[in-house]
């Protein structure tokens, strides 16, 4: 039976109609791989991020062109390698995006303890790997999608 409600018992189906638990080590072994996928999220936003900032930057110019994005053609005035990272990082942002999608898929379960697993998780993956003493990442505030 599907909840539609948050509940609190170890009976839940995670993402798949072959995913069920039906007793403690079963479940225990379910929140924690959603406690373990909620950190490896974290460490893929955080490559994405650190490639982000490692990517070659093009020179600014002054160009009519370079103002409007829309009439800049495709691959000029970029470097050989400039659209290898453009493409690494677009997979690594289509993975992440992939892994977000799945983990609130699996909180639409309603189970609490599937809730509370992967809201640790990302806690716990965000105080690892985005969190310290190295320098901000500059956030462009031009972008207006959400996901970014």
Known sequence: ????TLYWGTQVTVLFSSWKTDSWP????TLLACFLFSV????????RLMLKTLAPTAPASSSPAAATPLL???GRGRSRWGNWWRIAESVLFGVN???GYLLMLAIM?????????????????YY???????????VDVENSCACS
Do not use: C, P, T
């Not at 039976?1 to 539609?4: R, T």
């Not at 490896?40 to 490559?47: L, P």
């Open 72 to 74: 800049f053609k495709f």
């Open 109 to 125: 379960s309603f189970n609490g303890g599937v809730l509370v697993a992967i809201v640790l998780g990302l806690s716990v993956g």
């Open 128 to 138: 690892l790997f985005r969190s310290g003493d190295r320098e901000e990442v500059v």
């Open 97 to 99: 995006s992939a892994i």
């Open 40 to 47: 490896f999220y974290q460490n893929m936003e955080e490559r």
């Open 26 to 29: 079963s479940y225990a072994l």
């Open 1 to 4: 039976m599907m909840h539609m």
